[in-house]
């Protein structure tokens, strides 16, 4: 029995969970917090974290495995010059999934995910 190795399936095929997954990550490298559900929030940490990795790294090579991921300059270009190098000190955890209740139409649980040490920013 597999038993979660690999992540949540998300009721999606594969490409249709990893195009979510790098939105999502875009989304929140953009905006510093975001709402979802519980689950994509759990699974959303794990690529986040990684990215957040790279972005501490530095080196071109390290920006362009990101690049694969996020398909936007500006995103990427935010992780690696104002994300990574707020999170200089920390080693791992840098996002934070707050429950938030259930969302009215479907009763689906619902979370807050954020960046841990960033300030949201408004748009």
Same mark, same amino acid.
């Given at each position: 029995?597999?038993? /979660?190795?690999?992540?949540?399936? *998300?009721?999606? +095929?594969?490409?249709?969970?990893? !195009? =979510?997954?790098?939105? *999502?990550? +875009?989304? *929140?490298? %953009?905006? @510093?917090?975001? #709402? ?7 699974? *959303?940490?794990?690529? +986040?974290?990684? /990215? &957040?990795?790279?972005?501490?790294? @530095?080196? /071109?090579?390290?920006?362009?495995? !990101?690049?694969?991921? #996020?398909?936007?300059? !500006? &995103? &990427?270009?935010?992780?690696?010059? %104002? ?5 200089? !000190?920390?080693?791992?955890?840098? +996002?934070?999934?707050?429950?938030? @209740? ?11 995910? %954020? =960046?841990?040490? #960033?300030?949201?920013? %408004?748009?």
């Amino acid at each position: 029995m597999r038993h /979660l190795k690999q992540g949540r399936k *998300l009721g999606r +095929t594969a490409a249709h969970r990893k !195009a =979510l997954l790098r939105n *999502l990550a +875009t989304a *929140l490298l %953009e905006h @510093g917090r975001i #709402i979802t559900t519980e689950a994509k929030a759990k699974e *959303l940490r794990r690529v +986040t974290d990684k /990215l &957040v990795t790279l972005g501490k790294r @530095g080196d /071109l090579h390290a920006r362009r495995q !990101a690049l694969q991921v #996020i398909r936007s300059n !500006a &995103v &990427v270009r935010k992780l690696f010059d %104002e994300v990574a190098p707020r999170c200089a !000190a920390r080693n791992g955890g840098y +996002t934070r999934v707050l429950r938030l @209740g259930y969302r009215p139409g479907d009763a689906a649980a619902m979370a807050v995910i %954020e =960046l841990v040490d #960033i300030q949201a920013t %408004e748009s």
